[in-house]
């Protein structure tokens, strides 16, 4: 079955920096695209950046782009995440999610949609 486990979360300081992991099995790498999303505390989950499968295309959200960096790894099903530059309100936690893309991978992003393939999440924390 699907499987994704993201790695690399921790505790920062504001203006530092963290690369979020997500490592895949048990699907088709060449036909799945790959998103992060986050769930702060009270609040829905949203998409942060989304990459496509046919042409590496990205997608990033307005309130991370210019600091978040999103790409895979091909040979290894891995994708990443680099935050730079994290701000306390960058903090949720965060998951990868891959699925099938039909459209757009900016619109894979607008929603965190249920069925998508979703990984158990990685906890970020931006504080002094």
């Known amino acids: 079955q699907v499987q994704l486990v993201e790695s690399g979360g921790g505790l920062v300081q504001p203006g530092g920096s963290l690369r979020l992991s997500c490592a895949t099995s048990g699907f088709n790498w060449d036909d799945y695209a790959i998103g992060w999303f986050r769930q702060a505390p009270g609040k829905e989950r949203e998409g942060v950046s989304c990459?496509?499968?046919?042409?590496?295309?990205?997608y990033h959200a307005d309130s991370v782009k210019g600091r978040f960096t999103i790409s895979r790894d091909n040979p290894n099903r891995r994708a990443y995440l680099q935050m730079n530059s994290l701000k306390p309100e960058d903090t949720a936690v965060y998951y990868c999610?891959?699925?099938?893309?039909?459209?757009?991978?900016?619109?894979?992003?607008?929603?965190?949609?249920?069925?998508?393939?979703w990984g158990q999440g990685t906890q970020v924390t931006v504080s002094s």
């Open positions: 999610a891959a699925v099938r893309l039909l459209t757009s991978v900016q619109n894979m992003c607008s929603t965190a949609r249920s069925y998508y393939n």
């Open positions: 990459v496509s499968n046919r042409d590496d295309s990205t």
